[in-house]
């Protein structure tokens, strides 16, 4: 079953503009909530990650928001570029420090137009 | 950042076949590393969870005999899939916990083709 849930599935945002991606869980268990970035044929690669004591996190452009009552999590793209297209997850993950493994949502395909 | 390598990044073999995909971890020691396969258009989905000096964590469905798993040292895991078949062509991804455990680090991904 799929433990972490995100959307859209698919996005377009204008170039400038704020894309939003949502994700929500379940297990209370998880302490571990990363975004990857992904583009075709490649691995995916760490975007952002908050761990449950903090409510935001802002790196650059990229803003983790974490709302633990709601179990939801949100990415924030201020100031999208074309070169931000590509497919996100939202994964959660359980002591990440003893080696669990990531439960990745199903993915968001964004495209930014010029 | 830490490295992952995975090797090859493309093969293409003819059904029946076996194909070994290796995962390294660089500049890292990882005494777990995860193998994940994505078919297109689709999340990653966990496979396996390989564990250096001791047998690999299978997930539901995941057919042990068919997707072979070796964590031969700490910085190689190797996943060999065994008399493939057309529906195992995938895009199969490996990753490892960092040298704090604080995040994953993925490989470049192996895309596999079964004619």
């Known amino acids: 079953q799929q433990q972490v849930k995100q959307s859209p599935q698919s996005l377009i945002v204008q170039k400038g503009g704020i894309s939003i991606i949502n994700c929500a869980y379940e297990?209370?268990?998880?302490?571990?909530f990363p975004w990857y970035q992904q583009f075709p044929g490649k691995g995916p690669a760490l975007l952002i990650a908050?761990?449950?004591?903090?409510s935001e996190k802002k790196e650059g452009r990229f803003t983790i928001s974490f709302n633990k009552s709601a179990k939801q999590f949100s990415l924030h793209i201020m100031d999208s570029q074309p070169g931000d297209s590509a497919t996100y997850f939202c994964?959660?993950?359980?002591?990440?420090?003893?080696?669990?493994?990531?439960?990745f949502g199903k993915g968001t395909s964004l495209l930014v137009t010029p | 950042g830490a490295v992952v390598s995975q090797h090859p990044s493309r093969v293409i073999c003819k059904s029946g076949t076996s194909v070994k995909i290796e995962c390294r971890s660089l500049?890292?020691?990882?005494?777990?590393m995860f193998w994940y396969r994505q078919f297109p258009k689709q999340s990653l989905m966990l496979m396996a969870t390989?564990?250096?000096?001791?047998?690999?964590?299978?997930e539901q469905g995941v057919e042990k005999d068919k997707f072979l798993i070796n964590h031969a040292s700490l910085t190689l895991s190797t996943l060999t899939v065994t008399s493939a078949h057309p529906e195992d062509s995938s895009f199969y991804i490996c990753?490892?916990?960092?040298?704090?455990?604080?995040?994953?680090?993925f490989g470049p991904g192996t895309r596999l083709t079964v004619t």
């Open positions: 990753s490892a916990p960092g040298g704090q455990g604080s995040e994953q680090y």
């Open positions: 297990n209370t268990a998880f302490d571990y």
């Open positions: 908050i761990r449950p004591d903090v």
């Open positions: 994964a959660a993950s359980r002591n990440i420090n003893s080696g669990y493994a990531l439960n």
């Open positions: 500049d890292f020691q990882a005494t777990t």
């Open positions: 390989s564990n250096e000096g001791s047998k690999a964590t299978y």
